[in-house]
């Protein structure tokens, strides 16, 4: 069963370990959300289960007794004792690494991935879309973030948090934020509000999408200015030569095109190629 809040107090203070705000470390002490999540991660006998940060070990050890085989990445060493009692006997692939640098060569397309984790706050979200742009095998992300990056996750054009992030993941899935989470239900608790996203992988990394990311990022970047100007220089051809061409009206700014307009932009440009 996954820790509750007491449990994991006496872990921690067991080892004499203090949860570190500065890596995000704010862990998850509600078994009703636990399982939420795992209920959400799917079948698993169909595929293996990614965690990036792993904490004192609660998601993991549901993962585990439900099925699942674990591959998580702590990269806090203060933990390993911590870990290694909470995961006593139970078969996981624990590595102690920076899940920054992760070769995504080992994600690849032989195996079904689904990423279940409790981001750590401060680099949780760039693993995430990595992971959706580079991991061939990444099958379903259930991910616990701050609300605001989750809003920002799941986000049209029109909203005021539509951006990168939010073209990003609609590029290579369809995301769906499942339920809100308080402070509360986390130990330390942090200063805003969470919520769980489910992200259901839809099409794998391939030229067209990765080239529509980088047109995007560069009209993002300028985001204030019309994609005419902000995708000059950006674009092989002025765009006033490949926007037409597309349907893209070149006097709206970044935030007015949805993902679909930046993946025509870049089939454009590769049909040019």
């Known amino acids: 069963m996954s820790q509750t809040r007491s449990e994991i107090r006496a872990l921690l203070?067991?080892?004499?370990?203090?949860?570190?705000?500065?890596?995000?470390?704010?862990f998850l002490a509600d078994r009703n959300l636990?399982?939420?999540?795992?209920?959400?991660?799917?079948?698993?006998?169909?595929?293996r289960a990614l965690e990036v940060g792993p904490g004192t070990g609660t998601i993991?050890?549901?993962l585990v007794e439900a099925g699942f085989g674990v591959t998580a990445y702590e990269v806090d060493e203060r933990l390993r004792p911590v870990l290694e009692e909470s995961l006593a006997g139970l078969d996981v692939d624990l590595r102690f690494q920076d899940a920054t640098l992760l070769?995504?060569?080992?994600?690849?397309?032989?195996?079904?991935?689904?990423?279940?984790?409790?981001?750590?706050?401060?680099?949780?979200?760039?693993?995430?879309?990595?992971?959706?742009?580079?991991?061939?095998g990444l099958a379903r992300c259930v991910v616990v973030a701050q609300r605001e990056v989750a809003e920002r996750l799941i986000a049209g054009p029109g909203?005021?948090?539509?951006?990168?992030?939010?073209?990003?993941?609609?590029?290579?899935?369809?995301a769906r934020l499942e339920f809100r989470i308080p402070p509360q239900v986390?130990?330390?608790?942090?200063?805003?509000?969470?919520?769980?996203?489910?992200?259901?992988?839809?099409?794998?990394?391939?030229?067209?999408?990765?080239?529509?990311?980088?047109v995007a990022a560069a009209a993002f970047r300028?985001?204030?200015?019309?994609v005419r100007s902000s995708l000059r220089g950006v674009?092989?051809?002025?765009?006033?030569?490949?926007?037409?061409?597309?349907?893209?009206?070149?006097?709206?700014?970044?935030?007015?095109?949805?993902?679909?307009?930046?993946?025509?932009?870049?089939a454009a440009i590769l049909e040019d190629d």
């Not at 300028?222 to 019309?226: A, G, L, N, Q, S």
């Open 34 to 47: 636990v399982a939420k999540m795992v209920d959400l991660a799917g079948d698993p006998a169909r595929s």
């Open 159 to 174: 909203s005021k948090v539509y951006g990168l992030p939010s073209v990003i993941t609609a590029l290579y899935g369809q």
């Open 103 to 136: 070769d995504m060569k080992e994600f690849g397309a032989g195996t079904d991935w689904v990423l279940v984790s409790n981001l750590p706050y401060q680099v949780g979200t760039s693993i995430l879309l990595e992971l959706l742009q580079e991991a061939a």
């Open 235 to 266: 674009l092989p051809v002025p765009p006033e030569e490949i926007l037409p061409r597309t349907g893209v009206d070149p006097t709206e700014r970044a935030e007015d095109l949805d993902p679909g307009a930046y993946l025509s932009i870049a």
């Open 60 to 62: 993991t050890r549901a």
């Open 186 to 214: 986390f130990l330390p608790a942090p200063n805003v509000d969470s919520a769980a996203v489910s992200i259901l992988r839809v099409a794998p990394p391939e030229p067209q999408r990765r080239l529509a990311v980088r």
């Open 222 to 226: 300028k985001r204030r200015k019309m």
């Open 13 to 26: 203070r067991r080892h004499a370990v203090t949860p570190r705000r500065g890596l995000g470390q704010h």
